[in-house]
Structures are given as C-alpha cells and as structure tokens.
T-cell receptor
Framework: GENVEQHPSTLSVQEGDSAVIKCTYS??????FPWYKQELGKGPQLIID?????GEKKDQRIAVTLNKTAKHFSLHITETQPEDSAVYFC???????????FGQGTELSVKP | EAGVAQSPRYKIIEKRQSVAFWCNPI?????LYWYQQILGQGPKLLIQFQNNGVVDDSQLPKDRFSAERLKGVDSTLKIQPAKLEDSAVYLC????????????FGPGTRLTVL
C-alpha cells in the first residue's frame, strides 16, 4: 500500500552545520513531495515542495532533491540555526484528490 | 490572510463520551482535510471534502467518527463514543483545490481521552 519512510527519527547538529533528512516512497505514481516543519503546539507549515518533473529545488538555505528512479527524496538545510529546531515531515501525494501520505517525522535539534 | 481556524485547542474527555471539533478553512479554499496525528507520528488523513462532498473517507473509523461540511465552508468532526486510542491531535487543513496544491494547516485540537 501507500507508504513513506523517513530517516533519521532524530538528528542533532551544531549551529552552522548542514542537516539532511531522507525519505522513500512506495507508489511510483506519486508526483508531489512537500516538506513540512512543525513546531511544538502548532500545525505543520510547508517549507518547500517539489514536483516529479524536476530533480532539485532550492530556497535560500533549504533544498530538496528527488530521485524518481530510486523513489527517494531528501531535504537539505545548510547553515543551520537554533530556530531550525523542530520536527520535519516529508510527504507524498498520490494525486488522487491530493491526499498526502506523511513520513514518521524527524526531530531536528540545532545546538548553539 | 487569515489562516485555518480550529476550536477548541484542547479537550479532555472520558472514554465513551462524545466530542466535536470545528474547523474554518481559509476563505475560498474548496478542499478541506481532517488529519489525525498521534504523538510521535506523522498526520494521517481521516477525511477529505471537495466543497461539501466527500472525496476520501477510507481511513475514517465510521463506526465512531463522523464529519460534515454542509455549506462547503466550515466543517465539524465528531467522535462518539471516544476510545482511549483516539487521544491525538486533530488537524484541519485546506487547499484551493485538490491534486498537489499546498495544504495549509490549522493549529490542531489536542484530544485526551481518559
């Protein structure tokens, strides 16, 4: 069935270092891959997304890469800051009405 | 632009009681979603509306959960009777249309069932 696996579940980095979170999806028909940041007590907030017709997208310190053949996509955060500390979720849309399948989440901690 | 509004923010009930959650999506958004997020997990879709029609309710436990969006705007999600395993955050999201458009999430309602 539809499934998204996300790794690692926790990630601790020093301020200024890079952080990478990886996801794999099961359905090759997926064509939309958003990444959400969730802070404590708040709803998920979209930080970047990518569609299946491109391999990479960048927005300032955040980038996402997509490998359709391997069914992998990754989030890259450079020059991390303490305010980047949050739980990050990847998701995949099977585009049958926009339903999102979420990964299990990665708790990122950026130490000053 | 106002975001997705949800109420209440917190609710504590005993098992077998009933509870209802309310959601007001972003103005003009035709698609509305209810997700359940159990602690330590990603959100799981319960039901999706397109205007006032149900698009997907395959993961909704229909013996105890119900949802409606009568006028194609606000929506309510009800649980009756609640079980301990229903303890979770219930998130409402909306998007302009379905099919890959950005989903905007509300702050959620944290439900604790004792």
């Amino acid at each position: 069935g539809e499934n998204v696996e996300q790794h690692p579940s926790t990630l601790s980095v020093q301020e200024g270092d890079s952080a990478v979170i990886k996801c794999t999806y099961s359905d090759s028909a997926s064509n939309y891959f958003p990444w959400y940041k969730q802070e404590l007590g708040k709803g998920p907030q979209l930080i970047i997304d990518i569609r299946s017709n491109v391999g990479e997208k960048k927005d300032q310190r955040i980038a996402v890469t997509l490998n359709k053949t391997a069914k992998h996509f990754s989030l890259h955060i450079t020059e991390t800051q303490p305010e980047d500390s949050a739980v990050y979720f990847c998701a995949a849309s099977y585009n049958q009405g926009g339903k999102l399948i979420f990964g299990q989440g990665t708790e990122l901690s950026v130490k000053p | 632009e106002a975001g997705v509004a949800q109420s209440p923010r917190y609710k504590i009930i005993e098992k077998r009681q009933s509870v209802a959650f309310w959601c007001n999506p972003i103005s003009g958004h035709a698609t509305l979603y209810w997700y359940q997020q159990i602690l330590g997990q990603g959100p799981k879709l319960l039901i999706q509306f397109q205007n006032n029609g149900v698009v997907d309710d395959s993961q909704l436990p229909k013996d105890r959960f119900s949802a409606e969006r009568l006028k194609g705007v606000d929506s309510t999600l009800k649980i009756q009777p609640a079980k301990l395993e229903d303890s979770a955050v219930y998130l409402c999201a909306s998007s302009l249309t379905s099919g890959g458009n950005e989903q905007f999430f509300g702050p959620g309602t944290r439900l604790t069932v004792l």
